[in-house]
C-alpha cells in the first residue's frame, strides 16, 4: 500500500491556537523533569502525572481521521517542543486509511474515530485501538440569515438522508422550530466520500434512533446512501466545511474540532435529540456528562459505542479518539518513542490538558479508561 504523507500543517483556523501552544510548552524544551524521565510501575495511576517514557531518537509517523487531525498538529508541535530529537509526521485522510495503514504498517500510530471491527482485529491480532480523548460531532446547516440552533433527531435526520423530506419548511421541520421561518428551499445532504470515522459515528446515531436504518444502511465508516436525496459527497471534515458553505441549504455532519472553522464560514449547528428525549447543545457540559455515563461500561479494551445514551443532559454523537497501534514495532527504540509519544498524549498534564483540548473543543479521558489507554501503551514493544 503506497502511503502520502504531507508535512505537517496546521489547519487554517487553528494557526494561531498552534502558535500558542508552541509558545506555551517552548520553555519546557531542553529535557523532561525526574518525575516525567521515569517509568516506573505506576501502581497508582491516579496522581496527577501518568509518567511519559524518555524517547528514542527519530521519527513517527500518524495519519488518519480528519476529526483528531487538527490535534495531533498541536500535539506534535507540543511534544517536539519538549523532546527535540523527536520528529512526528502528521496526516489526515480519514480514519479508513488510519486502520488500514496501521494494519499494512506503514505508519506507526493509526488515528481514527472509530474502534476496531472483528474483520480488522482479524488481518492484524496485535492491533489496539486506544482511547486518547473525547471528542463529538455537530450537524450543521447553510441557511442564510438563520442562526437559530435548530432543533433536530435521529429520525428526522434519517428521512433526509433517505429523500423522505426533501425542503427545508417541510412539516416535520416547522413542528420542532415553531416560530423559526424557514426557507422553502432544497435540503443537500453532504456525506463523507472517504472512509470516515465521522460516517461511522453518524450512521451509528442514526441506526440507534432510527427503525429500520440498520436494515437498510447500516454503520460503517463507507455505507451505501440511499438514492433519493438531493446529496453531494465531500472529502474529509474540511471538505464537509467547504461543501456546506458553498451549497445554501446544506446539511452535514461535522467533527467538532473544525467548529471554529464552521463558524467563521457562516454554519451553525443544530440541537440534537438525546436517549433521554432532551434537545441538547454541544458544549464542554453535554459532552462530560454524556461521556460520565459511559465511564464503568468502557471495556479495557476501549472499545465501545457512546451514541445516544439515555443520560439526562447529555449530547448524543460523542466518541472516543483511538490511536491504532500494533503491539509490535518493528524494533526497540520505535516501540519506546511511540510509547513516549501516547503516554504524553493521554496525559492530564500534557496531552489531555485543557491548554491543548480546549483548542478543538475536546474533553479529557476519565482516569480510569485513562489508566486503562495506559496499560494499553504499555504492551507496545
Known sequence: MTRTLRAKVIVPALVGAAA???????????????????????????????????????????????LLYPLWNLWAAGYEAKYTKVTIETAAGGSGKGISYAIAGTIQIGSSDAYLSSSDKHEDPTLENIPLAISAQEIYYH???????????????????????????????????????????????????????????????????TKGWTTSVGYNTSVTWPKGADELAETGNSGMVAGCKLTPGCLAYIGISYQTQALGDGLTYAQLENGDGQYVMPNATTIAAEAAGYVKKTPKTGAISMIDGKISGGYPIINYEYGIVSKKQSSSGVAKTVRSVLEWAIDPTDGNSAQYLDQVNFRPLPTSVANNSYTQIEAIK
Open 20 to 66: 500558542m501552544a508552541v509558545a506555551t510548552v517552548g520553555g519546557m524544551a531542553g529535557g523532561a523533569t525526574k518525575a516525567q524521565d521515569s517509568h516506573a510501575t505506576h501502581v497508582n495511576r491516579k496522581h496527577v502525572s501518568l509518567g511519559v517514557t524518555p524517547p528514542a531518537a527519530g521519527t513517527i509517523s500518524e495519519a488518519g481521521s480528519s
Open 143 to 209: 441557511l442564510t440569515g438563520i442562526r437559530t440552533h435548530l432543533k433536530l433527531n435521529g429520525k428526522l435526520l434519517a428521512e433526509i438522508y433517505e429523500g423522505k423530506v426533501k425542503k427545508w419548511n417541510t412539516a416535520a421541520i416547522t413542528k420542532l422550530n415553531p416560530g423559526v421561518k424557514l426557507p422553502s428551499i432544497p435540503i443537500v445532504a453532504l456525506h463523507r466520500s472517504d472512509g470516515s470515522g465521522d460516517t461511522f459515528i453518524f450512521t451509528t446515531y442514526l441506526s440507534d434512533t
